[in-house]
């Protein structure tokens, strides 16, 4: 199982954390985060559930990191196994991850997919969702996995929607002309767009599109 012990800082301050595998019994914490991580006009019905925690932690329990500052829990992330063609990438939110339920988990699939990355909005200075997702490439190399891949919200998208399309809107984000503060911390990570995809959330501020975006295992 994973466990990963380092600092972060704030400033010229050493703050020591530890990524790892979250269980059952971490649900409280799990959701507190949620709840903080994505306020309205998200959609709370998309927070998780016990039921949800409780497969992710049986189901394919590599795929579920949290990392803790001071023993508490200020972020998670939360993945499955499946068999991406990319040939084939349009597909929703809801069914390449069951709904959060990760029940069609495959465990021979040649990709991690990201159900779900989430951090405390008091902790993001940390840079904590980072470590999170470099966590989660170690995963992908362990496990001998082709890629990492994940559809990426576009809140920024909705303050554009009337003056550009979703594609042109992506590219002004890989330029840095404009900011989107999911798209670009994906770019900060390493990820790379595929596509955007329409209808892939129900996301009032990305109008429902996301970007597909994926990190390539580097030894494969």
């Not at 069951?98 to 040649?110: L, T």
Request: charged fraction near 25%.
């Amino acid at each position: 199982m994973y466990n990963k012990k380092l600092f972060v800082f704030d400033g010229s301050r050493n703050i020591p954390v530890v990524i790892r595998n979250y269980k059952e019994n971490d649900f409280s914490d799990l959701l507190r985060v949620q709840q903080e991580s994505f306020p309205p006009p998200f959609p709370p019905e998309l927070w998780w559930n016990k039921e949800q925690i409780y497969n992710h932690v049986t189901l394919f329990p590599e795929g579920a990191l949290c990392i803790e500052v001071d023993g508490k829990i200020a972020g998670s992330m939360t993945g499955l196994l499946i068999d991406f063609d990319p040939k084939h990438p349009e597909h929703t939110w809801e069914e390449i991850t069951d709904n959060g339920y990760i029940r069609n988990h495959e465990p021979d699939g040649n990709t991690l997919y990201v159900v779900d990355i989430s951090v405390s909005p008091s902790y993001r200075k940390l840079g904590l969702g980072k470590w999170l997702m470099f966590s989660m490439y170690d995963v992908v190399i362990h496990k001998g996995l082709e890629r990492l891949l994940g559809g990426g919200r576009m809140p920024g998208y909705h303050k554009k929607a009337n003056e550009m399309k979703s594609e042109q809107y992506l590219d002004f984000v890989i330029k840095g002309e404009l900011y989107d503060p999911v798209i670009t911390f994906l770019l900060r990570c390493g990820r790379t767009p595929l596509r955007v995809v329409k209808n892939y959330l129900e996301d009032e501020e990305s109008c429902n599109f996301a970007t597909l975006m994926e990190w390539k295992n580097p030894f494969i």
